[in-house]
Nanobody, 126 residues
Framework: VQLQASGGGLVQAGDSLRLTCAAS????????VGWFRQAPGKEREFVAA????????YYTDSVKGRFTISRDNAKGTGYLQMNSLKPEDTAIYYC????????????????????WGQGTLVTVSS
């Protein structure tokens, strides 16, 4: 079981990036795909999640309208499209998988996610 996150980089404020999370798991479609981030000196925080059942997506307030989470179940891949990036978006971004049975309120917590990728660094300059 492995998750590989990629797509990070150094960009300027207002630019866009698309992060990719490639998963090598059986029955990828059954999992909730989540993205978290951790800025220097701060705790890891929830960014977005995509529950395959119902195609429901969830976002933290600070990224609503700017970030879009998606997934391609056939490829076992998740994505995070990040537009209008701000310096405060600078962080290491992690993708993770939670069981499909995870209740909605728990999806915002890192504890619900059992499989984690290694993280990809996003740096946004002002």
């Amino acid at each position: 079981v492995q998750l590989q996150a990629s797509g990070g980089g150094l960009v300027q404020a207002g630019d866009s990036l698309r992060l990719t999370c490639a998963a090598s798991v059986q029955d990828f479609r059954s999992y909730v795909v989540g993205w978290f981030r951790q800025a220097p000196g701060k705790e890891r925080e929830f960014v977005a999640a995509f529950r395959n059942r119902g195609g429901t997506t969830y976002y933290t307030d600070s990224v609503k309208g700017r970030f879009t989470i998606s997934r391609d179940n056939a490829k076992g891949t998740g994505y995070l499209q990040m537009n209008s990036l701000k310096p405060e978006d600078t962080a290491i971004y992690y993708c993770a998988l939670a069981p499909g049975s995870t209740i909605t309120s728990s999806m915002y917590s890192a504890r619900a996610y059992k499989i984690w990728g290694q993280g990809t660094l996003v740096t946004v300059s002002s």
